[in-house]
């Protein structure tokens, strides 16, 4: 079994304790990762009541009219997010960034329905062009990250499938209506195959799926949607086969993966060829009729891998997904993590002045690759918990890191 993928977003929490630590003169920037941890135990048998969803006739995939994948780059999950898209844009030498992404915090409900003025930034970016997508994370349950027990998960889990939570769902479908995004990509419950997430699929595979159709249903009745769900788990066997948790194709409108360059020594290719891996997702969603995406990828455990990034640019080019998006931060990212200048130079290199145009090929890429924004020289790394430095990020607009200028035996 292989390890879960890192986690990178969080909610905002514990201000008084960021005032503290902000306060700390040797703190710059950093970046979060995440180690992995324990397999969940075997699943319990569920309860949950059985739950048909709604008919449903979403708007078909649009691909894109020159055959290349639409992409982007999940960049910040708040109003920086849609700033940095422009600039990553111009360093990619005016590269159309049709793929919005970002996440709604999972600490509580009510972030998880979509806190008042907390989407309106991306809902902007989204309308400006019509060919635009917006990708949303969607987190099943709050509490999203601490770490809830596998008794207590399952029982969440059948009180949803009970329609517990329906309210907090019309609540989000309603409001995404309401800001002119009802054709919104859900990626709903992601990486249910590992053990991070309270919304994980291990402790009750049958609970879980009933309530994904119960969520759906809900979400699909609300006036004026036309949202499209994306089932998303890691590549990867993880906890669970993720194919047991696969909640039945009519709520299930895109097969998603996320994945990165991990576990450390693994090549591309065992990564193509692993149990429920980059084959097998691709198989899969072919044998059920549906588009794949790959929401979450990038560099991890293999550092500047630039065999990785080319063979991941080269297998989204050979499949065309409906959309993939590069976690771009350190240690995964290339634009604002200066820690990967090989893989930074190849997938600039590989996008530079990409369009939807057809018949229009992409520039050769300039070189040297220009400094990363917001990467410190002189500085470590320094990482406190994924929450933690996500938080601080979105308050100072910057990570965290120790000045090596600071440490014992520099001047």
């Known amino acids: 079994m292989f390890p879960h993928q890192p986690r990178k977003r969080a909610s905002a929490r514990w201000p008084a304790f960021v005032a503290a630590v902000i306060a700390m003169s040797s703190v710059l920037v950093a970046a979060p990762v995440r180690a992995a941890g ?106 999203n990250e601490e770490g809830v027990a596998d008794h207590e998960v399952r029982e969440l889990l059948r009180a949803g499938a009970a329609g517990r939570f329906d309210h907090h769902f019309r609540a989000l479908a309603e409001r995404l209506v309401e800001l002119e995004v009802p054709d919104t990509v859900l990626v709903l419950g992601w990486e249910m195959n590992g053990i991070t997430y309270t919304h994980r699929c291990g402790p009750d595979p049958r609970a879980w799926k009933a309530y994904w159709n119960r969520i759906v249903t809900t979400m699909r009745a609300v006036p004026g949607q036309r949202f499209r769900f994306d089932f998303t788990p890691s590549r990867g066997r993880d906890a669970v086969p993720w194919t047991e948790c696969y909640p039945g194709d009519d709520t299930v409108d895109i097969i998603g993966m996320d994945s990165y360059d991990q576990p450390r020594g693994m090549t591309f290719d065992e990564q193509v060829t692993e149990p429920y891996g980059l084959q097998a997702h691709v198989d899969f969603a072919r044998a059920h009729g549906k588009p794949v995406s790959y929401p979450e990828w990038g560099l991890f455990r293999n550092g500047d891998n630039a065999e990785y990034m080319r063979r991941m640019l080269a297998w989204m080019d050979e499949h065309r997904p409906l959309y993939n998006t590069l976690t771009d931060y350190c240690p995964h990212g290339v634009w604002q993590c200066g820690s990967n200048p090989r893989s930074a130079r190849v997938y600039r290199s590989a996008l530079f002045g990409r369009s939807d145009e057809p018949g229009t090929p992409s520039a050769p890429a300039p070189t040297p690759v220009p400094t990363a924004p917001e990467s410190p020289v002189g500085c470590s790394p320094l990482h406190l918990g994924d929450w933690f430095d996500r938080w601080v990020e979105q308050w100072l607009g910057s990570r965290l890191c120790e000045r090596l200028d600071r440490l014992p035996g520099n001047s």
């Open 38 to 143: 324990p397999t969940d135990p075997v699943p319990s048998v569920s309860t949950a009541p059985p739950l048909f969803a709604a008919p449903h006739a979403p708007d078909a995939p649009r691909e894109p009219p020159g055959g290349e994948p639409a992409f982007g780059a999940y960049l910040h999950y708040g109003p920086r997010g849609v700033s940095r898209m422009a600039e990553l844009s111009r360093w990619l030498g005016g590269a159309e960034l049709r793929v919005g992404h970002t996440y709604l915090p999972g600490d509580r409900w009510s972030n998880i329905v979509g806190a008042p003025g907390f989407l309106d930034a991306w809902a902007d970016w989204r309308n400006r062009e019509t060919d635009r997508l917006f990708v949303l994370n969607v987190p099943m349950l709050e509490r």
